[in-house]
T-cell receptor, first 113, second 115 residues
Framework: NAGVTQTPKFRILKIGQSMTLQCTQD?????MYWYRQDPGMGLKLIYY???????DKGEVPNGYNVSRSTTEDFPLRLELAAPSQTSVYFC????????????FGPGTRLTVT | AQSVAQPEDQVNVAEGNPLTVKCTYS??????LFWYVQYPNRGLQFLLK??????LVKGSYGFEAEFNKSQTSFHLKKPSALVSDSALYFC?????????????FGKGTHLIIQP
């Protein structure tokens, strides 16, 4: 049981490039989330999903897109990367019965230069 | 709107001493409260939660937290600190009537346990 896995672990992007951060969970959780963590700022919610085919914006969605074609996968797409998107990105999941007890992946450290 | 405040960026405690990491919150309804821990280069791990019931909640690794409604606080405590408790601790809140859109996290408190 791997839990929540994220790839890649690290990535350096040039301004204007695009990339997809992958997230997969094997716990059959309905809810999935993407957060970004900036130093001294806690975690901010980017997007979330309550099930396959359903996504919604969080607190800081600008510059990102998501899709949820399966229960297991919840990729995060960055289009036209900007230095302000330099951050650590965490994917999380939770079950419908305990939606606030979230399980986090190990994170992706992204630098945009 | 809901919010969480962790007033201390860093807490230093000697090993074996009791520790407290402070958290205060603001929600419009009844709160659901959580503590998460983050070790270096790792994702957050769930420690404990308060939903309803006893004000003193026990969690993983010997941690506990006390819900105080009048002071809108949810401080994390441990009777005897271990060096391995050194990590970044996040308090989080959700309004009881809220939807599935995640938790509101505090900025985090670095806990440093000195041998």
């Amino acid at each position: 049981n791997a839990g929540v896995t994220q790839t890649p672990k690290f990535r350096i992007l040039k301004i204007g490039q695009s990339m997809t951060l992958q997230c997969t969970q094997d716990m059959n959780h309905n809810y999935m989330y993407w957060y970004r963590q900036d130093p001294g700022m806690g975690l901010k919610l980017i997007y979330y999903s309550v099930g396959a085919g359903i996504t919604d914006k969080g607190e800081v969605p600008n510059g990102y897109n998501v899709s949820r074609s399966t229960t297991e996968d919840f990729p995060l797409r960055l289009e036209l990367a900007a230095p302000s998107q330099t951050s650590v990105y965490f994917c999380a999941s939770s079950s419908r019965g305990t939606p606030y007890e979230q399980y986090f992946g190990p994170g992706t450290r992204l630098t945009v230069t | 709107a809901q919010s969480v405040a962790q007033p201390e960026d860093q807490v230093n405690v000697a090993e074996g001493n009791p520790l407290t990491v402070k958290c205060t919150y603001s929600v419009s309804g009844n709160p659901y409260l959580f503590w998460y821990v983050q070790y270096p280069n790792r994702g957050l791990q769930f420690l404990l939660k308060y939903i309803t019931g006893d004000n003193l909640v026990k969690g993983s690794y010997g941690f506990e937290a006390e819900f105080n409604k009048s002071q809108t606080s949810f401080h994390l405590k441990k009777p005897s600190a271990l060096v391995s408790d050194s990590a970044l601790y996040f308090c989080a809140v959700r309004d009881e009537g809220g939807g599935a859109d995640g938790l509101t996290f505090g900025k985090g408190t670095h806990l440093i346990i000195q041998p």
